[in-house]
Structure formats: structure tokens, C-alpha cells
């Protein structure tokens, strides 16, 4: 037991699996490099780097393919760990690779907690608009309103996710039950009278609403970050007498539909995810400079206010590019911008680990300078202490 205890330390300890997985490394992103052409670096990012197997769908079987980056990056972390630990030692003369070592294990920790805890949102305004929340580029979700108050709507949110399962979702602040039907991840709608020939359409499953005028055809999911998926799906409202009525949701709908059950009033849509804020965004300017004489844009900046409905907080900010502003947790950069029309688009990232990187990286400069400044003071030392050798002069003959 205590051999294989020690044969099982020295693997995870080994030289040869750091160079083995380095190697995968690099093999890693030059694959999710070739496969980002055909599936755009969301897609990539989910396939390739945040999987623990890369699963490739082969005539309609997903199989295996390559270690995910996960699996490596998990590995590699063990293996500095373990290495760390077993070959640790508090002296001056190991200082430097101890920084070095404690920087890329924190660099790898960074990318973790980043690929589960990253939300990425959008902000878009026009001059003199104000907003309180931030919405999805990737996702959405089933929002279902209770509007009979006239002053505000009682929302209640269901993930997209739960749509592509044929199961009920009950929730508590609902007097009735949701259950999902169809679900498409990408659909073109069309009004039936408009609908080319020979297009082929699903059944349509809709019995209330608008959704009976439409007919909808699904589409390949585009994983191209300048477009945009647009999911539908048939749910059914169902309540303790039976039936409420099928409607169709989808992002491309306007309009959410609208019913009415137990003498209040409901309204139920597919919508981009929202993230409400405490606080209110109002756009007082967008300023576009471009280099003179050329098309090349100089400068994109947004003025903005900040508002709290308390009173708290009233104050302007300017957000512009390489200049973000960070607020409570969440990062808004300048993304884009149509200065002819005063409308901007922000980027809205929330990453409370945004500072590892940083720190990671501190360390390890700190570390190759520790370790690189001693072999240079050691080798001076060294070349000074050696004898200088002297020639004398032969005598004249």
C-alpha cells in the first residue's frame, strides 16, 4: 500500500506530466482555433475549454475526441499543487520559483471561477433614455406577468432551459402550471398568408393568442457572435379546472400574449435573460471622433447618469474605449455605437474574479525577477572571486 501510495505521488509530481500537459495544452487551443471558423468562440469556448471531454458529433453519435480544457487544466493544476507541496521550502534561494509556482496556480484558479461565474449582459440606450437592467446576447427566458396593478407588474421568470424538457414547471407565485410543448433553439416565423411555397413548417400547436396566424420553421443554430439565435417554443397554460390555452413564445414576437385567469390579468413572452440593478442608466451624450480625413474611429465615449430612486447616489460618468467603468461588482464597457442615430450599446460584464489575473501575474513577474536577479548577483560574485591571471615578462637574452 505504501508503494503504491508513493508510485501514485510521483505521477502527479512527475516533470513528465507537466510537459505532457503543456503539450496538450498547446494542442488544445490550436484545435479550438481551426474549430472557432466554423463555430465562433462562444461555441468554442463551451466545446473545447469549459468541458472536461470534447465530444464531436460523428453521424449522429457524439464521441470523444480530445481531453477538454477542464480535464487538462484541472490535472495541471493537481500536478503544481502536489508539486508545490512536496518539493516546498522556506529559504531565500526557492523564493523565486515559490512565487512562480503560487502565480500560475492562481492564474489557473482565475480561469475556473471565471468560466462558472462570468455573466455577460448588454445596455443599449439612446440619448435622454434610462434603464435599470441589462440584457442577454445568449440567453432568454419565459417571463410570465402578473399585470392587474396598474402602477407595476408582479414578473416571474422561467430559464430557457427548462423549455427544451417535455416537464411541468410548477412554480409557487404561479396559480397555474407551465407545460412545454415544442421547443426550437433557433425559428423564423411568418405569417401564414406570407409563407412562401414549399417551405417547410412544424405543426403549429397554438390555440390562443396570436400564435395560430403564424407558422414557424426551425432553423440551424448559428453560433456566429454577430448573429443572433432566435428560439420559440409551444407552451401549454394549465390550471386546476384544465386547459388556460397553448401559445406560442418566441423572441422575434413583439408583443407578449395576454390572457386572463382567476379575475387577474397575465401576460406570458419569451424575452432576451434580464439583470435588474438597483440603480437607473441615463445616456446624456454619445460623442464619435474619427481621425481627420478617414473613416477610422478615434474615440467612442458615453456620458452618463447615474440615479438611485433613495436619492443616494445622482452623478455622471463618462465610459469610453480602454476606459470602463466599474460599479458594484459589474464592469460597463463601450461596445457600440451609432453616433447618427445618439444610440450606444454598452457591455455589461460581471466577473468577481477579475482581479486574479492581475495578482497571478504580479507574483509570477515578481518571481522570475527573485529568481533571475540572484543567478545574475551569484554569477557576478562568482566571476569576481576568480583569480586574475598574471604573465611576466621574459628577460632580455
Not at 501510495?5 to 506530466?17: M, P, Y
Not at 407558422?215 to 420559440?232: F, H
Not at 463601450?334 to 455589461?348: E, G, H, K, R, S
Request: hydrophobic share 45%; with cysteine.
Amino acid at each position: 500500500m505504501r508503494e503504491l501510495t508513493r508510485e501514485f505521488i510521483k505521477f502527479f509530481v512527475s516533470l513528465k506530466l507537466t510537459v505532457a500537459l503543456l503539450a496538450l495544452s498547446a494542442l488544445l487551443v490550436f484545435f479550438a482555433t481551426i474549430d472557432q471558423v466554423h463555430l465562433g468562440i462562444w461555441a468554442v469556448q463551451e466545446k473545447w475549454f469549459r468541458s472536461f471531454i470534447v465530444l464531436q458529433d460523428i453521424q449522429g453519435y457524439p464521441l470523444p475526441i480530445f481531453p477538454g480544457g477542464y480535464f487538462i487544466g484541472g490535472l495541471l493544476l493537481i500536478n503544481l499543487v502536489a508539486t508545490h507541496l512536496k518539493r516546498f521550502a522556506l529559504t531565500w534561494k526557492k523564493a523565486g520559483i515559490q512565487l512562480v509556482h503560487g502565480g500560475l496556480i492562481l492564474l489557473l484558479l482565475g480561469e475556473l471561477f471565471t468560466g462558472l461565474f462570468q455573466e455577460e449582459y448588454q445596455v443599449s440606450l439612446k440619448e435622454g433614455e434610462t434603464s435599470n437592467h441589462a440584457v442577454s446576447w445568449r440567453f432568454n427566458e419565459l417571463a410570465v406577468a402578473d399585470t392587474t396593478a396598474p402602477d407595476r407588474d408582479i414578473v416571474t421568470v422561467i430559464p430557457e432551459s427548462l423549455l427544451a424538457h417535455d416537464e411541468a414547471v410548477q412554480v409557487p407565485a404561479l396559480p397555474f402550471r407551465i407545460v412545454p410543448r415544442a421547443y426550437y433553439p433557433n425559428a423564423a416565423l411568418a405569417q401564414k398568408e406570407q409563407l412562401p411555397a414549399g417551405q417547410l413548417t412544424v405543426p403549429n400547436l397554438a390555440n390562443a393568442g396570436l400564435g395560430p396566424r403564424f407558422a414557424v420553421t426551425p432553423m440551424r443554430v448559428t453560433y456566429d457572435p454577430q448573429k443572433k439565435n432566435w428560439p420559440a417554443a409551444f407552451v401549454d397554460v394549465v390550471s386546476a379546472e384544465g386547459l388556460i390555452g397553448t401559445y406560442l413564445v418566441s423572441t422575434m414576437l413583439i408583443e407578449s400574449e395576454t390572457f386572463t385567469y382567476a379575475g387577474r390579468q397575465w401576460r406570458i413572452g419569451l424575452r432576451p435573460e434580464r439583470s435588474y440593478q438597483p440603480y437607473s442608466l441615463t445616456l446624456l451624450k454619445v460623442t464619435h471622433d474619427v481621425y481627420p480625413g478617414s473613416d477610422i474611429p478615434k474615440n467612442f465615449s458615453s456620458r452618463l447618469r447615474i440615479n438611485r430612486p433613495d436619492g443616494s447616489e445622482d452623478r455622471e460618468v463618462l465610459i469610453y474605449m480602454n476606459n470602463p467603468l466599474r460599479h458594484e461588482g459589474l464592469t460597463y464597457y463601450q461596445y457600440q455605437m451609432d453616433a447618427a442615430n445618439a444610440n450606444t450599446v454598452l457591455q455589461v460584464v460581471r466577473n468577481p474574479s477579475w482581479l486574479i489575473p492581475y495578482i497571478s501575474c504580479l507574483l509570477m513577474t515578481v518571481g522570475l525577477l527573485l529568481q533571475f536577479g540572484q543567478h545574475l548577483v551569484g554569477f557576478i560574485r562568482k566571476r569576481a572571486a576568480r583569480p586574475v591571471a598574471t604573465t611576466a615578462a621574459a628577460p632580455a637574452a
